[in-house]
């Protein structure tokens, strides 16, 4: 009888001198592993999946380096194999947005129980750091879509409404699903002159953290693996990667490539 899966996520904004010797250390840590690693000299950004033992090695050894204690892991059970195999590349960021820079300071980030509190005032704008298809899917209550189809149409659309929101006064309060898009972004909009929040953890931290997450969140959260869409209690939905790309403008590409994904398993 095969193990059940689990699947984790984990990234961490920090200088790494040899990107390429962290590479070759996370390919034989994750070696019992199928899923995806990217490492640049800004850090490491990661999805995995397998046993509960082999993931809780990995993520047990990986603590083990200096640079990365304290690193994040959300976990989830998995009904659909997510990934086909594993792939740990080297690349020049661990995530495009479009800006230079990462990581933030401690006061930006707010917890999921004071997230529920922020997202309630009348003085803060609820921003969707994703795609578009992926805020159609799922979403906070009220939050805005900047109409993302590419990496570059986040930074346009905070550049185009930042006056707008300093002379109004307002808080951005931004979310994605793991936390790695606003923790991109959010030094660049501070300078910017704008009051910047972020959900510490993303999506998935919130619904890990928060028993009742659907009171805030309406519809699923789209991941980006052969589960397609998890639901507030971090399972997986029916909804298929042909429903999350209808209408979308790269939405037969899109498509293709999780057709892809899915063959390999």
């Given at each position: 009888?095969?193990?059940?899966?689990?699947?984790?996520?984990?990234?961490?904004?920090?200088?790494?001198?040899?990107?390429?010797?962290?590479?070759?250390?996370?390919?034989?840590?994750?070696?019992?592993?199928?899923?995806?690693?990217?490492?640049?000299?800004?850090?490491?950004?990661?999805?995995?999946?397998?046993?509960?033992?082999?993931?809780?090695?990995?993520?047990?050894?990986?603590?083990?380096?200096?640079?990365?204690?304290?690193?994040?892991?959300?976990?989830?059970?998995?009904?659909?194999?997510?990934?086909?195999?594993?792939?740990?590349?080297?690349?020049?960021?661990?995530?495009?947005?479009?800006?230079?820079?990462?990581?933030?300071?401690?006061?930006?980030?707010?917890?999921?129980?004071?997230?529920?509190?922020?997202?309630?005032?009348?003085?803060?704008v609820v921003l969707d750091?994703?795609n578009s298809f992926e805020?159609?899917?799922?979403?906070?209550?009220?939050?805005?879509?900047?109409?993302?189809?590419?990496?570059?149409?986040?930074?346009?659309?905070?550049?185009?409404?930042?006056?707008?929101?300093?002379?109004?006064?307002?808080?951005?309060?931004?979310?994605?699903?793991?936390?790695?898009?606003?923790?991109?972004?959010?030094?660049?909009?501070?300078?910017?002159?704008?009051?910047?929040?972020?959900?510490?953890?993303?999506?998935?931290?919130?619904?890990?953290?928060?028993?009742?997450?659907?009171?805030?969140?309406?519809?699923?959260?789209?991941?980006?693996?052969?589960?397609?869409?998890?639901?507030?209690?971090?399972?997986?939905?029916?909804?298929?990667?042909?429903?999350?790309?209808?209408?979308?403008?790269?939405?037969?590409?899109?498509?293709?490539?999780?057709?892809?994904?899915?063959?390999?398993?």
């Open positions: 009888m095969a193990l059940p899966t689990f699947h984790i996520s984990f990234y961490k904004f920090v200088a790494l001198r040899d990107p390429h010797a962290v590479a070759a250390h996370l390919r034989l840590l994750a070696s019992d592993l199928l899923g995806s690693v990217l490492v640049a000299e800004e850090g490491i950004n990661g999805v995995l999946a397998g046993s509960a033992d082999a993931l809780n090695a990995f993520e047990s050894a990986l603590q083990e380096d200096e640079c990365l204690v304290g690193i994040a892991f959300k976990r989830s059970a998995c009904k659909t194999p997510p990934f086909a195999r594993l792939k740990v590349h080297v690349k020049p960021e661990i995530v495009s947005v479009g800006v230079e820079g990462g990581g933030t300071s401690a006061d930006t980030r707010v917890s999921p129980a004071q997230w529920r509190e922020l997202i309630a005032q009348d003085d803060v750091n994703r805020y159609r899917l799922g979403r906070f209550k009220n939050a805005v879509d900047p109409g993302v189809t590419n990496f570059r149409d986040f930074p346009r659309y905070v550049q185009a409404h930042a006056d707008e929101w300093k002379a109004a006064g307002k808080t951005v309060a931004m979310y994605c699903t793991g936390g790695i898009r606003c923790e991109k972004t959010s030094a660049w909009m501070r300078d910017l002159g704008l009051q910047v929040r972020e959900l510490d953890g993303g999506i998935l931290n919130y619904f890990q953290t928060l028993p009742d997450a659907d009171l805030d969140w309406q519809g699923e959260c789209f991941v980006f693996d052969n589960r397609v869409a998890l639901n507030t209690r971090l399972q997986e939905t029916e909804t298929t990667a042909e429903q999350v790309y209808a209408d979308e403008p790269d939405g037969e590409w899109r498509l293709q490539r999780a057709r892809r994904l899915d063959a390999a398993r």
